[in-house]
T-cell receptor
């Protein structure tokens, strides 16, 4: 199963953009890249996912490198409510199950 | 609201007992995944069902079992409970089983074993 590497923690100022990096050098051609976040005392929340092209939704943007060995989650204007643990995950095996790592803890300063 | 419903929200029970956690997936979703999150621990994958059939097993103890019913709801059964089983248990659902669609998580069941 392909693994991902993320920084343990990042800080951002409120209302500024945040770029959360993820490396996945062993990704296979059919692996989708998924991003989730978990706020304290809540279940994980789907953020965005993509295969090859950059993706946008109301929550964030996902920029995928041309060789697909890395990706970046972009929060365009961080708010205090965006403080959470962000997980970059590749589905394991052929069942779509997600194996969560440690993720990146994002702190947002007012 | 993810559309995934988990009951009960809280459960307090004693060691040695058995409990059943229930999950109703989003309408139209055929896959159900179960995860365990102990205090200050990461999310551990337990088991995956797709359209009633078991598709993958993770770090699930033999004392734990699960099933997915014809109406697609799922139950996670935990028996001979130990103090270490105290945790948050999350259920997630997805429309497919191939990793090309997102997982939507419920709010979890908090199990406390005393």
């Amino acid at each position: 199963d392909a693994k991902t590497t993320q920084p343990n923690s990042m800080e951002s100022n409120e209302e500024e953009p945040v770029h959360l990096p993820c490396n996945h050098s062993t990704i296979s051609g059919t692996d989708y890249i998924h991003w989730y976040r978990q706020l304290p005392s809540q279940g994980p929340e789907y953020v965005i996912h993509g295969l090859t092209s950059n993706v946008n939704n109301r929550m964030a943007s996902l920029a995928i490198a041309e060789d697909r060995k890395s990706s970046t989650l972009i929060l365009h204007r961080a708010t205090l409510r965006d403080a959470a643990v962000y997980y970059c995950i590749l589905p394991a095996g052929n069942t779509g199950k997600l194996i969560f790592g440690q993720g990146t803890t994002l702190q947002v300063k007012p | 609201d993810s559309g995934v419903t988990q009951t009960p929200k809280h459960l307090i029970t004693a060691t040695g007992q058995r409990v059943t956690l229930r999950c109703s997936p989003r309408s139209g979703d055929l896959s159900v995944y179960w995860y365990q999150q102990s205090l200050d621990q990461g999310l551990q994958f337990l088991i995956h069902y797709y359209n009633g059939e078991e598709r993958a097993k993770g770090n699930i103890l033999e004392r734990f079992s699960a099933q997915q019913f014809p109406d697609l709801h799922s139950e996670l059964n935990l028996s001979s409970l130990e103090l270490g089983d105290s945790a948050l248990y999350f259920c997630a659902s997805s429309v497919s089983h191939r990793g090309n669609s997102p997982l939507h998580f419920g709010n979890g069941t908090r199990l406390t074993v005393t």
